[in-house]
Each structure stands twice: as structure tokens, then as C-alpha cells.
């Protein structure tokens, strides 16, 4: 068998092994119900490409306007340049600019900009969300 054909069945069942990504209940109706009078962005500590799969398979990739991943910035959270970065992609100033986050770097973040935030439960936090 050649390997590059082991190598993609590798890569496929290492996929379906994942855990499925899950929302935080209420945050997918918000984006949808918001999208259009609100610009969105993700800010992550993850590679585009994780965020991008994870948002394919929740269903709203489409809805954010800037997403900003591992690599893009030159210091993580709680540092607060990933957010400043999202909001100058939007162009929306960092005091009109409100932070949902489920991590406490982030919320740090949010406070160094001089941003807006809300602290939210990780999807796994909470009680619909757990197997």
C-alpha cells in the first residue's frame, strides 16, 4: 500500500477521533440573529487552520468579517495585541468594541485594550453541553 494513501487514512481517522467541536448554547442564534448589524471576529491562540475547521463544522465561518490565529500577532493573551489586531481589522475602536470571552488571559486582553467584555462559559462548562 503506498504510503501517501496510509498517510491521508492517518490523517482521516485521526480527524474523526477529535473531539467535536461545541458551542456555547445561545452564541450561535446571537451571531446569527446579530450578523449584518454587527461586524464579528474570532481572536484565537489556535492555527487558522483549526479555527476554519471548527467554524465549518459549527456552521458560522461565514459570519465573522476578521478572524486573527496563532501567527498573526507578535504576543499571545493576555497581551492585548490579538484583539487590538481584530478590531483594527473591523474598524471599530477598542472602546466600542465588546469582548466575549470563556478564558481568563483573554479577559485580561480585553481589560489592556481598554475594551468591553463578558465573561462566558466554555462550551464544555456548560450542562447542555456535556455528553
Excluded at 80 to 92: C, W
Excluded at 111 to 129: C, E, L, S, T, Y
Aim: hydrophobic share 45%.
Amino acid at each position: 500500500m503506498p504510503v501517501a494513501v496510509v498517510a491521508d487514512r492517518h490523517r482521516e481517522l485521526y480527524q474523526e477521533m477529535l473531539p467535536k467541536p461545541a458551542a456555547v448554547p445561545g452564541v450561535l442564534e446571537h451571531i446569527e440573529e446579530a450578523h449584518g448589524r454587527i461586524p464579528f471576529a474570532i481572536v484565537s491562540g489556535s492555527s487558522r487552520a483549526s479555527v476554519t475547521a471548527s467554524l465549518t463544522t459549527l456552521g458560522p465561518l461565514d459570519r465573522f468579517e476578521a478572524m486573527v490565529c496563532d501567527g498573526d500577532y507578535p504576543r499571545p493573551r493576555p497581551a492585548p495585541d490579538p484583539i487590538l489586531l481584530a478590531a483594527r481589522q473591523l474598524g471599530v475602536d477598542p472602546e466600542r468594541y465588546l469582548v466575549f470571552e470563556d478564558a481568563d488571559n483573554g479577559v485580561r486582553a480585553a481589560q489592556a485594550a481598554g475594551m468591553a467584555w463578558v465573561r462566558v462559559p466554555g462550551p464544555r462548562a456548560h450542562p447542555a453541553a456535556r455528553g
